[in-house]
């Protein structure tokens, strides 16, 4: 790949993956059949064994996940900045108000100490993200949600397959969501996950993805109707996944435990090339986890961080910032929200970036990463 930018992350597609996508559209079903179905399970089985609702995005995962735990306005959500977006305004679409608790210096994920000072009567969701694939401590998190009766939220975005303290993610929060989009540990193209450990929970998301819409019998309003129907109780939206992308999901999660061997590979040897490096700082990694790697954050210290990117760039490596802090975004700023207020996670994105990282780049591509990058710094 030496001639052309090597991405920052990409997809991987085998012949098997093909021939499951083509085998659906050789079928019957084109969306909600067999495959949504045989996915849906397989993605609980790698969670813990826990009711997973398969949908088009991890931005309608989120939706769904707050909308299935009800919040609304007057309630609050705790998140941190360091994520995507998406984390935060799904909760804000509905409502309710983001409160940003500040991240640890060196893993950049949310700080439970932080977040402990910040949950109120008020506060819903304790919703946490695995930042780069690195499970949070969800042992420290959970209690501090349950003493205020809120949830905990893992968006696994980018952790899917990483356990901690044994435990896989899917089991680590009371809900958990995922993305499939190609940049992540797998995927269905555009795709997404919510998985809750409580059967109501896990009901309402999958009525909220299918418009609301359900069928039980024994749960009917309108009593005297026939074979035919369905009603609605709340508002939902149509965020169903189709069979075409669920086999392919299906066919993906077969290769998750190699995707992450290889993604943890790459890590140890950029860790390794970067140890000695000045000017550079690898991410740490807690005794207690084993990530899926989804990105690789490198820090490029001494202001210079600018100054780097674009010139990996300018040298064929396409490099990425993961993420500008999510309070920093112009439609959080309209609401009140100024920077300064999480120094950690400012301090981190002054300084990050994320270097070529999936399972199809050769050691060959990884090391003319390594020899560019420390050639920039040194
Ligand atoms: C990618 C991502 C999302 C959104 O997922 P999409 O599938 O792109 O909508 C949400 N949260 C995090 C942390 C992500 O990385």
Redesign the pocket.
């Known amino acids: 790949m030496s001639d052309r930018m090597l991405p920052y992350g990409r997809q991987s597609i085998n012949d098997d993956d093909i021939e499951a996508v083509a085998a659906v559209l050789r079928g019957d079903w084109l969306t909600t059949g067999p495959a949504v179905s045989a996915f849906e399970e397989a993605v609980a089985e790698v969670s813990g064994g826990h009711p997973a609702v398969s949908c088009t995005?991890?931005?309608?995962?989120?939706h769904i996940a707050y909308a299935a735990l009800d919040i609304g306005p007057g309630d609050e959500i705790v998140t941190t900045p360091m994520?995507?977006v998406?984390?935060a305004s799904g909760a804000t679409l509905l409502g309710a108000k983001v409160v940003f608790a500040d991240v640890e210096e060196d893993t950049a994920l949310i700080d439970p100490a932080i977040v402990s000072e910040l949950v109120t009567e008020r506060t819903k969701v304790v919703a946490a993200?695995d930042?780069a694939g690195h499970p949070c401590d969800y042992d420290a998190l959970q209690p501090i949600a349950d003493r205020v009766g809120a949830k905990t939220l893992d968006?696994a975005?980018?952790s899917i397959g990483g356990t901690y303290r044994g435990r896989p993610v899917g089991d680590l929060a009371d809900v958990t969501?995922y993305?499939?989009?190609p940049?992540?540990n797998l995927t269905t193209a555009?795709?997404?996950a919510v998985v809750a450990k409580d059967a109501d929970i896990a009901r309402r998301a999958k009525e909220f993805h299918n418009i609301g819409l359900m069928r039980d019998p024994q749960r009917f309003r309108i009593t005297d109707e026939g074979p035919w129907h369905q009603e609605v109780h709340e508002f939902g939206l149509n965020y169903r996944l189709t069979d075409v992308g669920a086999a392919l999901g299906l066919s993906q999660l077969k290769r998750l435990a190699g995707f992450k061997k290889r993604r943890a590979e790459i890590t140890a040897r950029y860790n390794e090339a970067f140890a000695g490096v000045d000017g550079l700082r690898t991410p740490p990694q807690r005794d207690d986890v084993d990530p899926a790697w989804?990105l690789y954050p490198v820090r490029v210290l001494g202001g210079r961080r600018r100054e780097v990117f674009e010139k990996l760039r300018a040298s064929g490596i396409g490099v990425q910032v993961?993420y500008i802090p999510v309070h920093w975004h112009p439609v959080f700023e309209d609401l009140g929200y100024r920077r300064g207020m999480c120094p950690n996670a400012e301090q981190f994105y002054a300084e990050e970036i994320s270097l070529p990282m999936f399972p199809d780049l050769t050691d060959a591509d990884v090391d003319r990463v390594i020899d560019t990058l420390t050639a920039l710094v040194s």
Not at 57 to 62: F, R, Y
């Open positions: 995005s991890g931005t309608a995962a989120l994520t995507f998406a984390t993200v930042y968006d975005a980018h969501t993305s499939f989009f940049t992540k555009e795709g997404g989804h993961n």
